[in-house]
């Protein structure tokens, strides 16, 4: 599996990348939306796991970009938010997202949610 | 902390044998890395009579200790004909000016005697052994002892 | 290092660039920017730590940063109007965080009392503040959000709901309780990239599942829409669970399906099960290749609209939006690799200047060809070193943020309102500079705002700004940064710096001294102005220990001071450590370098009057003023006292005091950059000797520390220094 990790904060990056690693999922990162459509245009992943709260683009806006285009409209999207508050899920659900985890998390119940999502 | 030649175990050593005035001394050759000629050092001002300066060793600055003047014997002359041992001391790096290297040894560890109590002289501090090699006397140069003393380290 | 230790280091790392974006996204806020992604910045840098900090469980952390960025989002969200003491309380909340923040990182004690304090005045804002019992139980269990779990809070979804778990423990015993799921998809579940089969598989981990699709409700092929079509399974799950576990499953489909669970009664025998892979059965719709339904065989459900599966081998994708800006791409290197690469490049540096030397010394430098090939190697090298230097170097940003911080804290220990301007941060300087510079430009600024500016009341009195400015600024001036502290406070109180001088005999009660000498009595050792002992002085830290650090840093420091309009004291400073600005002398056949920063003017001896005093002490006369002689071949003992030769050159030094000296040197042969060789670690300490230098002829040179050799000279403050003539 190979996971596209966007997060404007270096440490969940890397806390993401290394849950990921462990679990034998490659991954590439971006430090935002813009960042993360460029990254996505030079790679095929799997999967997308995004922040909501960045800058340049945040992570709504970022989904809706994504579901925008053809090969991505039905790639599994985790939201990965500090918010666990009712309407954020909304409007994550709104903008295309698959699902979400709750920051901080486990590293396990990401993998899980994971390979739940992409069936793998 | 510094070889001690003495050692009971009977391994091989190799020594690097020179001559300062008329007497012959030699060092582990392990703890050697280079000998160069002698070239013009820069003086330290305030620095012991024994301390020659220092010398652009390939960009590093190398002071150079006068092994005679050190030993409480006269400087050196130093011309091109002298050389400069470069030694390696755990992390300090000195150049030492002798007259001329004159062998190289291979001993048992055996064959070196410590150097005798009575000895008053202020070579004595230096020496941490002799042995005869074809009736010739060396002694083994201490190189912690020969090491510039100066007071305060870093500013 | 194990990876989650390397993981929380670079979290501190993280964090302090947050801190620093955190405090300029608020001061730019306090200076007016209302856009709104500057609250927005300032809100994800709070947000960021707190979300880095609860990962490693950092509760006192996670605790202040969330009450924190509570407030945060209310004023980013228009619910919360800000005023100037909104922001006041902002910046003092980061400085709370700041501190929490290295109290994590040091394992240190944090201050609880004066963060509940802050918290409490945060609450204030908040509507309906000030209920702080209502709030810090809802922050309670925000922060308690079950951490390290998947959220779950979401309430149950279906109206069919028969929870019944109370019966589990009950029939634990006896059998496998069964499980009866209606699960409806909506449309919207195909869009949000969720899949029904994967759901399926999911639940089949709590136990055997058996799943029919009821087809009843099927529109016609023809008018089948997969993404918009309701599809209804009934999934039979015999599994020892609960229904939350079950509702967990479908969490992501929640709102996109309806779920009813039912808990069958525990006689029921246990329906024929069959693994979900087995299933389902869609007997009329198997062959069609477009249907939503999952299908057993496919191991890559069909999608939507495309005929690739996502997870295998998507398109290329569209180009991405214009807006899409390249980001820089940074590399993480060890320091130590860098000064050895400095190293190595000034010894091409040195090297090239040997080649010169000798090709030049050998007539070689006629050919054209030569000497062409010589300039390029020489531009190259120079620019190597340049490109290596800029490594080193980093913008005086973060160094000068701090400074707003120190501001803040000595304005309110004095009751002064002061604002701090900064300029020019930019400007970039060696990081050890910078590292070195931050506690002496604490101190001048903690100066500025106890002694140059006057209170609130004082500056009404004279006509000026009740609010008191301070100028920090950083600019780039010939080869090296000048950084300026420049207040519009009253300016130097001369008469009483003379007066104190005098009074604690640093000059004798009879001198007369010029502006700009009773100014630079400020850095005479042990000269204090406080008349009573601040909360910011009597730290025993005075401007001669700034002036030693800057000197230390081969920088220069020197005071305008106009009465009644304020003060600027200018540092200037070296681009790097590794390579001074240089004059090279020769002194009894020695060639030495003196560092150019601690020159303040040369004049040859025919022009300078020497007279000796009692014991063989010798001053030069120069406009008026007797200054101490010192012969630097004596002094390294080159050479016997008093035997000056006729053309020797004199360099006025300026000493710790400030006190000009006059070096005697033999000749001063050119002014040059030289690459830095430390002397301490290869030989020990010289006394008048800083480090070492190789020259262009490949030998080594001393550089001299003026200051240390006046100290070593004999006592510097003799009278004779500031008698004056008139």
């Known amino acids: ?120 | 902390m510094t070889h001690d030649p003495t050692d009971a175990s009977n391994s091989d050593l190799e020594l690097l044998a020179f001559r300062v005035g008329e007497q012959e001394y030699s060092v582990d050759i392990m703890k050697v890395r280079e000998i160069r000629g002698w070239s013009p050092a820069t003086s330290l001002p305030h620095a012991p009579d024994y301390v020659r300066g220092v010398i652009n060793l390939r960009g590093a600055v190398l002071p150079i200790v006068d092994l005679s003047a050190r030993l409480g014997m006269d400087p050196i002359e130093a011309t091109s004909r002298n050389v400069i041992i470069v030694m390696q001391l755990e992390t300090q790096t000195l150049g030492v000016l002798v007259d001329a290297v004159s062998d190289i040894l291979t001993l048992q560890k055996s064959d070196i005697q410590p150097p005798p109590e009575l000895a008053n002289g202020k070579a004595s501090s230096f020496i941490s052994g002799l042995t005869i090699v074809e009736d010739r006397m060396i002694r083994v140069i201490d190189l912690a002892g020969v090491l510039p003393e100066t007071g305060q380290a870093a500013a | 290092m194990d990876p989650m230790a390397e993981i929380k280091a670079s979290f501190f790392v993280e964090c302090s660039e947050l801190l620093e974006s955190l405090e300029e996204g608020l001061l730019q806020v306090q200076g007016g920017d209302t856009d709104p992604e500057t609250v927005n910045a300032v809100f994800r840098a709070v947000h960021s730590i707190k979300g880095g900090a609860g990962a490693f469980g950092l509760d006192d952390l996670v605790h202040f940063a969330h009450r924190f960025e509570t407030v945060l989002d209310e004023v980013r969200s228009d619910r919360l109007a800000i005023d100037a003491d909104a922001v006041l309380l902002f910046l003092k909340s980061a400085d709370s965080l700041s501190d929490l923040v290295a109290a994590a990182r040091d394992e240190t004690p944090v201050d609880e009392a004066k963060n509940t304090v802050v918290i409490a005045e945060l609450e204030t804002l908040m509507p309906g503040g000030g209920d702080t019992n209502e709030t810090s139980n809802d922050a309670d269990q925000e922060l308690n959000f079950a951490p390290m779990t998947l959220s779950l809070d979401l309430p149950a979804i279906g109206s069919q709901v028969d929870a019944d778990i109370g019966e589990v423990t009950d029939e634990a015993a006896a059998t496998t309780p069964v499980w009866t799921i209606r699960f409806t998809t909506e449309k919207g579940l195909n869009q949000s990239g969720n899949e029904p089969l994967f759901l399926m598989r999911a639940l089949a981990e709590l136990g055997p599942v058996t799943a029919i699709c009821d087809t009843a409700d099927l529109p016609s092929l023809k008018v089948l829409d997969p993404s918009q079509t309701n599809l209804h399974w009934d999934l039979t799950l015999s599994a020892d669970t609960s229904q939350t576990d079950i509702e967990e499953v479908f969490e992501f489909a929640q709102g996109l399906c309806t779920l009813a669970i039912t808990k069958n009664t525990s006689d029921q025998s246990t329906p024929d099960t069959a693994d979900i892979e087995a299933l389902p059965d869609l007997p009329d719709l198997p062959a069609l290749p477009d249907l939503p339904a999952p299908s057993v065989d496919d191991q890559a459900p069909a999608q939507p609209a495309t005929e690739n599966t996502p997870h295998e081998a998507p398109k290329p994708p569209a180009p991405t939006p214009t807006k899409a800006a390249p980001v820089a791409a940074t590399v993480r290197v060890d320091l130590e690799r860098i000064d050895r690469l400095v190293n190595l490049v000034g010894e091409l540096v040195i090297n090239q200047a040997m080649l010169s030397q000798s090709l030049s010394a050998q007539n070689l430098t006629s050919n054209t060809t030569i000497s062409t090939g010589l300039d390029e190697f020489q531009q190259l090298t120079r620019d190597i070193q340049d490109s290596v230097m800029a490594i080193r170097a980093q913008p005086v940003k973060p160094l000068f943020q701090r400074m707003s911080r120190i501001v803040r804290e000595a304005a309110h220990d004095t009751h002064k309102k002061v604002r701090l301007v900064l300029e020019g941060e930019a400007t970039e300087i060696d990081k050890t500079v910078i590292e070195r510079l931050a506690d002496p430009l604490t101190h001048m600024i903690r100066n500025a705002v106890d002694h140059g500016l006057e209170t609130p009341e004082k500056r009404e009195q004279s006509d000026k700004d009740p609010e008191g400015t301070i100028h920090l600024r950083a600019t780039h001036r010939s080869g090296r940064v000048v950084i300026e502290i420049q207040d519009n406070g009253a300016g130097i109180n001369r008469e009483r710096v003379l007066s104190i001088a005098q009074s604690k005999g640093l000059v004798p009660t009879d001198a007369v001294l010029s502006d700009a000498e009773i100014d630079n009595l400020l850095f005479m050792p042990g000269f204090s102005t406080a008349t009573e002992i601040s909360n910011l002085s009597g730290r025993g830290v005075g401007m001669d220990v700034v002036k030693r650090a800057i000197q230390s840093l081969g920088g220069r420091i020197s005071i305008q001071s106009t009465p009644g309009h304020g003060s600027t004291f200018s540092i200037s400073l070296p681009l790097t450590l590794a390579v001074l600005d240089g004059m090279v002398i020769e002194v009894s056949e020695q060639t030495m370098v003196v560092p150019l920063s601690s020159i303040v003017e040369t004049l040859t001896l025919a022009d300078a009057e020497i007279q000796t005093l009692d014991q063989g002490t010798q001053v030069v006369h120069i406009r008026g003023k007797f200054v101490p002689l010192l012969d630097l071949a004596v002094e390294f003992g080159y050479r016997a006292p008093n035997v000056i030769p006729e053309d020797a050159v004199v360099l006025f030094i300026s000493a710790e005091d400030g006190e000009p000296y006059a070096l005697v040197v033999d000749t001063i042969h050119e002014q040059r950059q030289v690459v830095i060789k430390g002397l301490a670690d290869s030989y020990g300490y010289v006394p008048g000797v800083a480090a070492a230098t190789i020259l262009g002829d490949g030998k080594i040179a001393l550089i001299l520390d003026p200051v240390d050799l006046i100290a070593r000279a004999g006592s510097p403050d003799t009278p004779t220094a500031l008698s004056m003539a008139g």
């Not at chain 1, 999922?25 to 990254?39: C, R």
């Not at chain 1, 985790?78 to 659900?93: F, G, I, P, Y």
């Open chain 1, 1 to 120: 599996m190979n996971v596209l990790a966007v997060d404007d904060s270096r440490t969940i990056r890397n806390m993401v990348t290394l849950a990921l690693t462990q679990a034998g999922i490659t991954s590439q990162v971006a430090e935002d939306g813009v960042h993360g459509l460029e990254v996505l245009s030079q790679m095929a992943p799997d999967a997308i796991i995004t922040d909501i709260n960045m800058p340049r683009m945040d992570g709504f806006e970022f989904i809706q970009e994504v579901r925008k285009q053809d090969a991505y409209q039905g790639i599994p999207i985790l939201v990965l938010t500090t918010e666990s508050a009712q309407d954020m899920k909304l409007r994550a659900r709104q903008a295309g997202a698959t699902g979400w985890i709750v920051k901080p998390f486990d590293p396990a119940k990401l993998v899980g949610a994971l390979r739940m999502v992409t069936g793998g």
